[in-house]
């Protein structure tokens, strides 16, 4: 089982940065997917970025060239970090991981871009 705690939500405005973290209860290093999706008022639930145990990353298209995500396997910690925020960016987060064929996520941390 895999416990994971988001942090790093708020308020920023447009063109601002923030820093999202995703603490697992367990070590990430043997856990291959990883990711971070988000979901807006009255919107499914969607992918945003996901990375590998080897470091490969995937991005959606409305977020490429923005947001990065990286994982410390030492820290049990994977990061989504996003820069030049809009507010369509708006939702709240979640983290995501598949291990030993099961799916957890998070409590999700909201995201608020407004001037």
């Known amino acids: 089982q895999v416990q994971l705690v988001e942090s790093g939500g708020g308020l920023v405005q447009p063109g601002g940065s923030l820093r999202l973290s995703c603490a697992a209860s367990?070590?990430?290093?043997?856990?291959?997917?990883m990711g971070w999706y988000r979901q807006a008022p009255g919107k499914q639930r969607e992918l945003v970025a996901s990375?590998?145990?080897?470091?490969?990353?995937d991005y959606a298209e409305f977020v490429k060239g923005r947001f990065t995500i990286s994982r410390d396997n030492a820290k049990n910690t994977v990061y989504l970090q996003m820069n030049s925020l809009k507010p369509e960016d708006t939702a709240v987060y979640y983290c995501?991981?598949?291990?030993?064929?099961?799916?957890?996520w998070g409590q999700g941390t909201q995201v608020t871009v407004s001037s």
């Open positions: 995501n991981v598949i291990f030993l064929g099961l799916v957890y």
């Open positions: 990375i590998n145990s080897a470091g490969s990353t």
């Open positions: 367990r070590s990430i290093f043997s856990i291959n997917s």
